[in-house]
């Protein structure tokens, strides 16, 4: 059957039909009102519709001897995002008939489940779903169908997981969050390792979450291992924090990738050395290092800093020169690919929104519980991520200039 076109208009004659007598908002939109009404009427409609059609391709059948036909109907109470609406399903005599719009078996519609997910994927708990659906709808929705229409979601996360991946990605960000999953009947902090890629158009994109005990290189090493698997063969910039073999696990998978740590966490790691009266001036002055024009003038903004603060704060120097080599490939570009590069924003901004919708739960009943969330959390942030910088075509003749035959013709 052919779908009706949006933009059609219905005729005046016969919404004056429809709200004759409607005076108030309650006869309108109210529990027993026009619009839930209208509701079940359409779906009742549309259910003799299907049924109409089904017996008259049966009769159409030249190799089917079937005498179908019309049996009645039964009773059915559909859960609606305008409430619980009774309806009467049709049926046929021989009982072939398969309504498409609303199942056998089915109970509820598919714009009640994006409401429940909609819901779940912000953090609320069962029980405030369950409230807020019967003050909204006079729905009433058990626990178990709100874990059922979740856990659907399961599948779509495991294709999620393990979908082909672009052969090069410009930029991946890599971090991780931790969040309080039961173990053995023990309630742990597990470290969400995170990926986002930016591709080839612009576009960020999650690559992955997985699941572990501890943060740590050895794993990331596996989580890189897998980005190879499912197809990344390359990637121009990887930056990540300070985590101790970190660097050595990203050019052990990916050995051409410029490697850059991230100056935000090196600064916050100084200036947690730092007396509150001296912190404005000692970050002022690490500023002139990672602001400088080329490596060359950080060195000496370097060794001012170390002349200056080496007799108060002795170990914020050798910490910056002993990370040297990976805190300042971002200065041999471009400021609009310094911008990308030198921080871990991109990637820590995802996690702090990720971290506002679990902070509401507690722990989590499992891993794949954990996952479930995050993934539907996941989804809502990358709606709002633009396509591509607008300075996109910029960066992107840039890139050409220094990485030459690894980026796309």
């Keep these: 059957m052919k779908g009706c076109d949006p933009m059609t208009k219905i005729r005046p004659e016969l919404l004056d039909e429809l709200l004759k007598g409607v005076t108030t908002e309650e006869a309108l939109f109210g529990q027993e009102g026009v619009l839930k009404r209208l509701t079940g009427a359409l779906v009742e409609r549309m259910l003799k519709t299907e049924l109409n059609h089904h017996l008259t391709q049966e009769r159409a059948d030249p190799e089917s001897a079937s005498n179908n036909r019309r049996n009645g109907h039964s009773e059915k109470t559909l859960q609606t995002d305008k409430g619980p609406v009774l309806i009467e399903v049709p049926r046929d005599r021989d009982s072939t008939f398969e309504p498409l719009l609303v199942k056998k078996h089915q109970t509820r519609i598919a714009a009640l489940d994006s409401k429940i997910l909609a819901l779940y994927a912000r953090g609320t708990s069962t029980r405030d779903i369950q409230a807020h659906l019967s003050e909204l709808y006079g729905t009433q929705i058990s626990a178990a169908l709100i874990s059922e229409v979740t856990e659907a979601v ?8 393990s979908r082909p991946l672009e052969p090069l990605y410009t930029v991946v960000w890599l971090d991780a969050l931790f969040v309080k999953v039961r173990d053995e009947g023990v309630v742990r902090n597990k470290a969400v390792y995170t990926a986002i890629g930016m591709t080839t158009e612009g576009r960020k994109e999650v690559l992955g979450l997985w699941i572990e005990t501890a943060e740590g290189a050895k794993f990331w090493l596996r989580v890189l291992s897998e980005l190879r698997t499912r197809g990344v063969q390359d990637i ?21 990738a410029v490697v850059q740590t991230c100056i935000v ?28 024009t080329d490596e060359a003038s950080a060195k000496a903004a370097l060794t001012a800093f170390e002349e200056k603060w080496s007799a108060k704060y002795p170990t914020i120097a050798p910490s910056w020169r002993a990370n040297w080599t990976r805190l300042v490939p971002f200065l041999s570009y471009p400021p609009e690919i310094r911008q990308l590069i030198y921080t871990t924003n991109a990637i820590e901004s995802l996690n702090f929104s990720l971290r506002k919708v679990i902070k509401s739960k507690g722990h989590f009943p499992g891993d794949d519980a954990a996952i479930k969330l995050l993934y539907l959390a996941l989804r809502n942030a990358e709606k709002k991520w633009k396509a591509a910088p607008r300075e996109w075509k910029r960066i992107y003749s840039q890139l050409v200039i220094h990485f030459g035959d690894r980026m796309p013709k």
Excluded: N
């Design 154 to 161: 399961r599948d779509e996360v495991t294709a999620w997981q």
């Design 236 to 256: 121009l910039f990887a930056c990540c924090d300070g985590l101790k073999g970190f660097p050595e696990a990203i050019e052990a998978t990916f050995p051409t």
């Design 265 to 292: 966490h090196q600064v916050r790691h100084s200036l947690s050395f730092v007396s509150y009266a001296h912190r404005r001036s000692v970050a002022a002055d690490l500023r002139a290092i990672y602001t400088a």
